[in-house]
């Protein structure tokens, strides 16, 4: 039986009424609770697990459950984002560089629809590659061991150059004190404690939700208190809620492209949504060039992270279905599901459970109509968060940020560090500091810290292992491409000594 022969088993079992039924419910609540800022997909699967094994679902039903509610915060993520500026999870920091001056500019509604557009381009193309590439794919990932991954990791923050704007120093420093936060706790590899001024509450480290909630969401209700004090209107009324062709067609190849690259690196354990979408963010920039209005609501700075994080996702069941191995934090948490059915995931998995497999991905075609087919027509329900009044609007907003820091270890300290941070973070963006590059260097510096010290341990401290194998040559090279080439096109566009920017010669006195 060939690929397509299993493809159509799984419609037929992805299309019985329970499994349709539990992917649009899955589809719904995953678009709430990735529209409430810092809970996210994880913890949406992780509260439905047990639930779903409780009601004594079939395995294939409980998973086609869990992933529609993957996918749905992947979706549902762009919309606090887009319209308050509070990313709902990592993957949707980028979103918010262009989609909330979108929103400022009364484009709010387009930007919302746009996304929901690009997310389901993103995911389609993913769930395609998964069909057709799965084996190819599998052995290929097998490929990367610590010393490749650091050097992604490398090549993202080189990505980081294509965010610094026209003010480098500040967005390098804003990189480097997300690098410093990111090494605060516990030594994975020696166990000695680190800048943690012996408080036993940060000897875990500092947890993402505190600091993404409270340098974006308490920040941004503190700009926003200050506009409203002064008399200014924070967000102008929406207009048209749906996009036009023109911006399809702006948008469609940076879509494509941003697809593609999200699909790559969603297959690697790992690497996950928040890399794919600052990759491409910076990809699209550059190839915008001055054409572009990146971080002044260009929007393909929307189409293309929303594009790639969806991508992203629906890739990461790549190796967890075929080796075994989580490809995010959330298929970590489903990887646990398929225990409870006493399924273990891995090479075998296509053989002995090919209607679980199958069903599974053609689900993830349907889950995807679903999604957007819900989340168009919702926009204009969505915007009217927009005529809520700040004395509303604030107090709910800080009310949710509040409960879902305080869920991650039920201690006042994390409310404390939170709003600490952002006040901090309020500050920094008083002094025009960007927030994009000291949250991805938050995220990545850890990631890259322990694939380090992973790669070094092996050869006894010896760097050689960093740019030993092909793969990581490749990404070496293209790290450094990604900043010396947007130099030497800067100084080649300057300009002679003693000439106009028209190439004439200015006679000298």
Not at 271 to 276: E, S
Not at 399 to 425: E, K, N, P, R
Not at 448 to 455: D, F, I, S, V
Request: net charge neutral; aromatic share 8%.
């Amino acid at each position: 039986m060939d690929t397509y022969s299993f493809l159509a088993s799984g419609f037929a079992v992805a299309l019985q009424p329970m499994n349709l039924l539990m992917a649009a419910i899955g589809a719904f609540i995953g678009t709430v609770v990735g529209l409430l800022p810092g809970l996210g997909p994880i913890n949406g699967v992780a509260i439905l697990m047990p639930l779903a094994f409780a009601l004594k679902l079939p395995p294939e039903t409980a998973l086609i459950l869990l992933a529609a509610v993957y996918i749905g915060c992947e979706y549902g993520g762009r919309i606090s984002s887009i319209l308050l500026n509070v990313p709902g999870d990592a993957a949707a920091i980028m979103t918010a560089m262009d989609g909330y001056p979108m929103a400022r500019k009364g484009m709010g509604g387009v930007a919302l629809s746009i996304s929901a557009w690009s997310s389901f381009v993103g995911s389609m193309i993913a769930t395609v590659g998964i069909v057709m590439m799965t084996p190819l794919l599998s052995k290929w990932a097998l490929a990367f061991g610590p010393a490749e991954y650091f050097a992604l990791m490398v090549f993202a923050f080189a990505c980081l150059t294509g965010l610094l704007g026209d003010q480098p120093v500040k967005a390098l420093l804003a990189t480097l004190i997300g690098l410093s936060l990111a090494t605060v706790g516990v030594d994975s590899n020696s166990g000695v404690y680190r800048f943690t001024f012996d408080s036993i509450h940060l000897s875990d480290g500092i947890q993402f939700i505190v600091v993404v909630i409270g340098l974006f969401s308490i920040s941004e209700l503190l700009l926003m208190l200050e506009e409203a004090v002064h008399g200014k209107a924070v967000i102008p009324e929406t207009g048209r809620t749906l996009f036009n062709r023109r911006e399809v067609a702006e948008t469609w190849w940076g879509t494509v492209r941003s697809s593609l690259v999200g699909f790559v690196v969603g297959i690697l354990p790992g690497a996950g949504a928040t890399v794919a979408s600052a990759i491409t963010y910076s990809m699209e920039k550059r190839i915008a060039g001055a054409s572009g209005t990146f971080g002044e609501g260009d929007i393909r700075g929307v189409a293309a992270p929303e594009a790639a994080n969806n991508a992203s996702a629906n890739a990461s069941f790549i190796p967890m279905l075929t080796l075994g191995v989580p490809g995010s934090g959330t298929t970590a948490v489903m990887m646990g599901a398929l225990t409870l059915y006493n399924i273990t995931p891995g090479p075998a998995l296509f053989q002995q459970q090919p209607t679980l497999v199958w069903g599974l991905i053609a689900s993830m075609f349907i889950g995807n109509v679903i999604l957007l087919v819900m989340n168009i027509p919702m926009v204009g329900l969505f915007t009217r968060m927009l005529k809520v009044p700040n004395w509303a609007l604030v107090p709910g907003i800080l009310a949710v940020s509040a409960v879902g820091v305080y869920a991650v270890h039920s201690t006042t300290f994390d409310l404390v560090l939170m709003s600490i941070l952002g006040v901090v973070g309020y500050a920094l963006r008083k002094c025009e500091m960007p927030m994009a590059p000291l949250i991805l260097g938050f995220v990545l510096g850890e990631m890259m810290e322990q694939n380090l010290r992973r790669a070094l341990s092996i050869t006894n401290g010896e760097l050689g292992i960093l740019w030993e194998s092909p793969i990581s040559i490749g990404l070496w090279i293209c790290a450094a491409a990604m900043v010396i080439v947007p130099l030497a096109f800067r100084k080649l566009r300057k300009p002679a000594a003693g000439t106009t920017p028209a190439g004439v010669v200015v006679e000298q006195a």
